[in-house]
T-cell receptor
Framework: GAGVSQTPSNKVTEKGKYVELRCDPI?????LYWYRQSLGQGPEFLIY????????DSGLPNDRFFAVRPEGSVSTLKIQRTERGDSAMYLC??????????FGPGTRLTVL | GENVEQHPSTLSVQEGDSAVIKCTYS??????FPWYKQELGKGPQLIID?????GEKKDQRIAVTLNKTAKHFSLHITETQPEDSAVYFC????????????FGTGTRLKVLA
């Protein structure tokens, strides 16, 4: 597709459950990023992939959060034992270099 | 730590007037400054960016200025239109890597017809 796509657009889950959020970057973009955006705030960096490897995962809040990008294209953000505080918009972005990150529409996660 | 402050948090202007949003960053190593427009329920859209070796950049009705000495950068929108209404975010590249953006808290712009 022409832009970054994310699925699902909305995810409602119960506290303690496991969720997976998927990101399809722009074709050919080697860099992929995950951000989290709380209501009324700017996006906060979670993790950055260059190719298949996580070059920087310093933004992941704790070990319940994990992300993979096994073939250097699609990425999945995984959250174990979800908590109500995990509720937020999860944004994925991709870029072809060190600038110009292009964002997807996001996945709104609600933990009941 | 690295920080980006953005003002104002809300801004209302009459259609046709200009709008200015200002940001201040803390890390002198930041060298890339993008601006994003976010409409309700959508992801942020890159509208303009500037690198530290340039003082000003313009794209039709949108311009961005950068003062590296003062660590300030601003977004200027001229001849505002109702479709410019959205939340605007500034960002600065972080010291530990130009890929790690530090975002401001956003400005909700309302253009009144």
């Amino acid at each position: 597709g022409a832009g970054v796509s994310q699925t699902p657009s909305n995810k409602v889950t119960e506290k303690g459950k496991y969720v997976e959020l998927r990101c399809d970057p722009i074709s050919g973009h080697t860099a992929l990023y995950w951000y989290r955006q709380s209501l009324g705030q700017g996006p906060e960096f979670l993790i950055y992939f260059q190719g298949t490897g996580a070059a920087d995962d310093s933004g992941l809040p704790n070990d319940r959060f994990f992300a993979v990008r096994p073939e250097g294209s699609v990425s999945t953000l995984k959250i174990q034992r979800t908590e109500r505080g995990d509720s937020a918009m999860y944004l994925c972005a991709s870029s072809s270099g060190l600038g110009g990150q292009f964002f997807g529409p996001g996945t709104r996660l609600t933990v009941l | 730590g690295e920080n980006v402050e953005q003002h104002p948090s809300t801004l209302s202007v009459q259609e046709g007037d200009s709008a200015v949003i200002k940001c201040t960053y803390s890390d002198s190593a930041s060298n890339y400054f993008p601006w994003y427009k976010q409409e309700l329920g959508k992801g942020p859209q890159l509208i303009i960016d500037i690198r530290s070796n340039v003082g000003e950049k313009k794209d039709q009705r949108i311009a961005v200025t950068l003062n590296k000495t003062a660590k300030h950068f601003s977004l200027h929108i001229t001849e505002t239109q109702p479709e410019d209404s959205a939340v605007y975010f500034c960002a600065a590249s972080g010291a530990s890597g130009t890929y790690k953006y530090i975002f401001g808290t956003g400005t909700r712009l309302k253009v009144l017809a």
